[in-house]
């Protein structure tokens, strides 16, 4: 399909439609900062950005886009490392970030109805407040709740606790004609129809536009436990885990990294870590109500992690200490970032007991490839983040084997039954590895999805599935 | 669409692609059973009904319905309460009760693989001899997990533990083309293109039909005690109930019940109830992994309910009165049944807060309608079930008398912000329902999902959304 090219007409239009100078950029007005994402590697230029700031403004603009044929891509913070907020076809962008306000805690349904560009660092802030918990955890906190909605952004506290489609219970959406709808509610259970609301969930923006969420929160646990568990090797390490899982303790995160990356971000965040002398490292939470019951729970997986090697089991039980692990496991990807020149990521997932086995494999591609690849990731769940080190390869040699690299790390996920992506999603840059990795029907079936959404294929074109 | 009139040929080439005689049923040796389910107001005979033993089985079939454009009807144990299993344009019935094999326990990554025959009541006894739980816990307990999964069936436990859709990480699915794909896997997190998985849960067999499961397990926590609270009024006792779920803490299940459907289930089981001296009663359990850290829970619920005009706190901690008093709540649907000719239900869900709301409005109902409704469920999720009794109505007086007052309570139940079904599904008899409660839009959408799946519209037609 062919899109309209976009004219100062156009501008003019949608200008009148939200009637702020402010919050409409043009030409030279809109910063290079909305031509990407957080990984740069994908770039254009929108011609318009309109910064919405109620689902009445999100769907004027995207019925004058519907109209008049004009692509349109949503954007949060910007902080995707895909491409899926990249306008690839050019047109409009509405930005949602100005979309910030927290609407309404309800404590007797136990929901908190939030706009979309609230940041997730200030739901877990004005939650606890009130001692309820928003369990999904990604590292990035300066991502807003709309983002973590498209791409069902996973995080560190999956393994006891789900991820976001798990905490989103309804959504007002702005559909690719304009219209707007609700999904679900706050209702607990929903046999009511197909499961829209857990389809828009993870969509990257390309099924409708997020403009309301009700999430769903739990009482906050009284206590959280750390241990940082050193081990010789990163194998030995990780080789642990299953063995955590087997035992039937439920840890609230499992995090496995390596001396490179604490160093890294040792020097990033200009802190010491508690301890940098092992080669790997697992780190582990426990939460509960009381000391007693973390406890009980914890000696069992020290004593597990002590038999299969584990040099040592540090113990953080005050805030501060695990403020300090825990900000340096958040400051991973940009400490690796700083590292080199330029980078691109793989965010499989594989079944848990293949964990080890992936992340072997990653050290001998690096070798067999002459490339320095990083990882860090989530343990307990199964879902890797590897990063691909440019350093100081040239333009044509870095995509080259970057596009190797990526088809053989791939290729070993489909081998475990893996999936292409845990929580960072698909958006552009990830399609190839998508279309390799599921059945063609599967695909033609999302396409068909797209267009019963989006029948003229204007809202987020060219991503996911396309 | 037309479909081709079924005929002697057809059965015979369907015959010949399954081999066995025993297993394709054909005019008189279709038993009645295949033109119903449980509730039985909507019945039409299939042409030919065949057993499946294996996914290929399946295919072969579904390819030979795709090709001669015959609809086809999957069934499970046929415990469905709104037509979804009921072959309503005739043609094929696939039953997948034989298809009931437990396939693999993964220890390592807590998932159980399953055929879709296998009952609700085979899965949880057999992870428990590994320590291990399924979590859903409808009341059904001789429903298959492939009927579970289709309607998305939530249970008692939802309060604590989520519904279907949380249990399950992956599916093998035969689509209405035929083909088998795989969706999903045993991996805990999954961004990889549009959440097909959660789409397939809660489809009611429309979109592909599920031949495989991977289910997701918790550790089984160590105890568990019920409480069963007389309250002397209804109002009482569910107006509690958003108390309990403000106090933070967090019940496995809460109940309500009403004296009248104790009754009948005590005659119905034969079997004396702990208690039926009060007018409603709320029913809860706690578990966790010590006596010490579930009575700190209940201590604090009991002490509100007695603030809120509880009678009594009866504790159950023995496997045997628990076991008492579930059983009885489990027996609520044949119990009511007993009680009437003929009965149907309305399995509306609202925000918790509002159920006290609702349950007071089903008895001005049953005074202006003069018609005996019973109602009991799921007070800690905001899932009702209400029973509308036919009793000594004639057929015009109850189709004309039963429509009316299901237009009344699904009227309630949106001004409430409910939503149609909370776990039994839309089927064939609440489309009229699902249509006024969703808006157009959704719908439409709803139908370019089907259309995406199933072009032909032969897998399971009339149903849901259409």
């Known amino acids: 399909m062919e899109y309209k090219e976009f004219s100062v007409e156009d501008y003019k239009n949608i200008l009148d439609l939200i009637g702020d100078n402010d919050r409409v950029l043009y030409g030279e007005n809109i910063s290079e900062d909305y031509s990407r994402d957080e990984l740069g590697s994908v770039r254009v230029m929108p ?62 349904n136990l929901t908190l109805t939030v706009e979309p560009g609230v940041l997730l660092m200030e739901i877990g802030k004005y ?86 969420a009700v999430l769903r929160l739990l009482p906050l646990p009284k206590k959280a436990i750390s241990l940082l568990i050193p081990f010789d090797t990163l194998d030995n390490a990780i080789e642990t885990v299953p063995k955590i899982i087997k035992s039937k303790s439920i840890p609230t995160a499992i995090e496995f990294m390596q001396r490179a990356a604490i160093v890294a971000a040792e020097e990033f965040l200009k802190k010491p870590f508690p301890d940098n002398s092992s080669d790997a490292y697992l780190l582990l939470t426990f939460d509960g109500n009381s000391k007693e019951e973390i406890e009980r729970t914890y000696e069992g997986v020290a004593n597990i992690c002590l038999e299969s090697g584990a040099l040592d089991v540090f113990i953080s039980d005050t805030e501060e200490r695990q403020e300090a692990i ?80 990526m088809e053989i790390l791939y290729k070993k996920s489909r081998e475990l039954n893996g999936q292409v992506s845990g929580e960072h999603g698909i958006g552009f840059a990830k399609k190839p590895f998508l279309n390799e990795s599921l059945p063609k029907e599967s695909i033609e079936i999302m396409k068909g999805i797209k267009l019963a959404f989006d029948p003229k294929n204007i809202l987020n074109p060219g991503k996911v599935c396309q």
């Open 47 to 108: 011609n318009v950005v309109v910064q919405a700031l109620s689902a009445e403004e999100v769907s004027k603009v995207m019925k004058y886009a519907y109209n008049n044929n004009i692509p349109v891509t949503p954007r949060g913070s910007g902080t995707g490392l895909v491409g899926a907020a990249v306008p690839i076809k050019a047109g409009i962008v509405i930005d949602l970030s100005k979309m910030n306000k927290i609407l309404e805690l309800d404590e007797e």
């Open 326 to 405: 825990w900000s340096a496991r958040g400051a991973f990807l940009e400490a690796i970032k700083a590292l080199t020149t330029e980078m691109d990521e793989v965010d499989v997932v594989v079944p848990r007991n293949k964990v080890a086995e992936f992340v072997k494999f990653t050290h001998e591609v690096e070798e067999s490839q002459d490339i320095r690849i990083k990882s860090f990731g989530h343990a307990g769940d199964g879902n890797l983040h590897i990063y691909i080190l440019r350093d100081e390869l040239n333009s044509e040699e870095w995509n080259n084997k970057l596009n190797n690299v």
């Open 127 to 212: 939650v606890e407040e009130f001692d309820l918990f928003y369990p999904p955890d990604p590292g990035e906190k300066t991502a807003t709740i709309g983002g973590n909605i498209s791409t069902n952004a996973g995080g560190m506290r999956a393994v006891k606790y789900g991820v976001t489609r798990d905490y989103v219970r309804g959504l007002e959406v702005v559909l690719p004609n304009g219209e707007i709808i609700n999904i679900g509610g706050k209702v607990v259970k929903n046999s009511s129809g197909y499961a829209l609301k857990d389809l828009i969930v993870g969509s990257e923006g390309t099924l409708g536009i997020v403009t309301k």
